[in-house]
């Protein structure tokens, strides 16, 4: 019995001491004397293994996720001779939820579960060790750039991804299902609005972008540094990502919208 | 060469997202009115301004103007206050025009309809802050029902 209680108190306490350590270590990656000349080329290396190859996956999914929604959405709609409502329905759920949420999710699965095992490799062949046997601050080094990469990323593929989602309920929407044009556009551009949507979209999808990005790091640089313990991180960081991610929505769209 | 390549890539990814936004911003998105901000106001009081919300447009004929920024209670009577901001495009409205309620389409969003009344020496022009006299308030479907029974039973 007392065995069972002292289990769960340490599970709480292993808790609180990894929050402590990513909270930590999230301090000290981003707190220093900024350094753009070294910085730079790292930030533009993790860019692009971060974004741009992220690229891809997002315009796809955010292309099919968006004709979807147009041909659902028409199916409803029709019945309620409310076709032309097709455009904001298509926009409004694509910039206030699926555009930060969904990218936030693949983002966590195509990018978060790379970082984490990169950085728990380097931490099993004590590439980190070595770093700072050398004077360098793996930190600053290796966290940083990785983190401000994904935080700039981030927003970047949801707009992009809610941009594509458009085109493609448009696709459906328009030239196949043959809702009126100038009706899909107007009624769309009269219920979006660009403080209340748009910009309520990228704070969203800035804030998913900080938590992915920290829980992935964390994951990574905190893992136990074994082949097994690096699998475990990976998939903790998918799953702690997806399920961060999914909470704060419901708390961010309540502050919002509520 | 590894990183310009690189850098070239990030310079096109930032450049698609921005492009992006643009795209939102100009063509999903309501720039028009809300963008040009010279604006006035405009009050009226109504008995019942029926589904009536913040932000509803403010109609001529058709053509938004303006859009219902506030409403609220005032007077001892508590009459609702609609605040209008309308934009500094169409400031040449009589004392004389008037606004009513109105619903597009049968279940439609409802919107004020404003028309502008006539001008000749003797009358002034709205200027901000001024209030529109002639209201005529929102059709309530369940009054009309109620009418409709009240003069059926009449008969």
Redesign the interface.
């Given at each position: 019995m007392l065995d069972k209680v002292a289990a769960l108190g340490k599970t709480v306490l292993d808790n609180i001491a990894g929050a402590g350590k990513a909270m930590v270590m999230l301090v000290r990656a981003l707190i220093g004397k900024p350094q753009l000349r070294k910085s730079w080329?790292l930030l533009?290396?993790q860019?692009?293994s971060v974004?741009?190859l992220s690229?891809i996956i997002i315009i796809i999914s955010g292309l099919f996720i968006g004709m979807v929604l147009g041909l659902q959405g028409y199916k409803i709609l029709v019945d309620f001779g409310a076709e032309q409502s097709l455009g904001p329905m298509v926009?409004l759920s694509l910039?206030r939820e699926l555009g930060p949420v969904v990218t936030a999710l693949l983002f966590a699965g195509r990018a978060g579960s790379a970082l984490t095992a990169e950085i728990g490799l380097m931490k099993a062949t004590e590439q980190l060790s070595s770093l700072e046997m050398m004077a360098v601050d793996p930190l600053r080094r290796v966290i940083s750039p990785r983190f401000w990469a994904g935080f700039y990323?981030m927003?970047?593929?949801a707009?992009?991804f809610?941009?594509?989602g458009?085109y493609g309920g448009y696709l459906v929407g328009v030239r196949w299902l043959g809702v009126d044009e100038g009706a899909f556009?107007s009624v769309?551009?009269?219920?979006?609005?660009?403080?209340q949507?748009?910009l309520n979209g990228i704070i969203k999808s800035l804030v998913f972008a900080f938590v992915v990005t920290w829980i992935a790091l964390h994951k990574g640089y905190h893992c136990v540094p074994t082949s097994v313990g690096i699998s475990r991180a990976t998939t903790s960081t998918v799953v702690t990502a997806s399920l961060a991610v999914l909470g704060l929505d419901f708390v961010l769209t309540a502050l919002m919208f509520g | 060469m590894e990183?310009r390549n690189?850098?070239l890539?990030?310079g096109?990814?930032?450049i698609?997202?921005v492009?992006?936004?643009l795209?939102?911003?100009l063509?999903?998105?309501?720039?028009?009115f809300?963008?040009n901000g010279e604006t006035y106001k405009l009050y009226a009081k109504f008995d019942n301004i029926g589904g009536l919300k913040e932000r509803s447009?403010v109609k001529v004929g058709g053509v938004v103007v303006g859009r219902v920024s506030n409403i609220t209670l005032d007077g001892e009577y508590y009459e609702p206050l609609v605040e209008m901001t309308i934009s500094k495009k169409y400031d040449e409205f009589s004392n004389t025009s008037s606004v009513s309620v109105l619903t597009s389409g049968l279940l439609g969003e409802q919107y004020i309809g404003l028309s502008p009344g006539f001008i000749d020496d003797t009358v002034e022009m709205l200027d901000d802050g001024d209030y529109i006299q002639d209201t005529k308030s929102a059709l309530v479907l369940e009054d009309l029902i109620g009418q409709f029974l009240f003069s059926q039973g009449n008969d």
């Open positions: 080329p533009m290396q860019m692009y974004g741009v690229l926009a910039l990323s927003p970047l593929l707009l992009i809610s941009a594509v458009i556009w769309m551009q009269s219920n979006v609005e660009w403080g949507d748009i | 990183s690189t850098q890539a990030v096109f990814f930032v698609i997202g492009l992006a936004l795209f939102l911003g063509r999903a998105a309501n720039t028009s809300s963008a447009p």
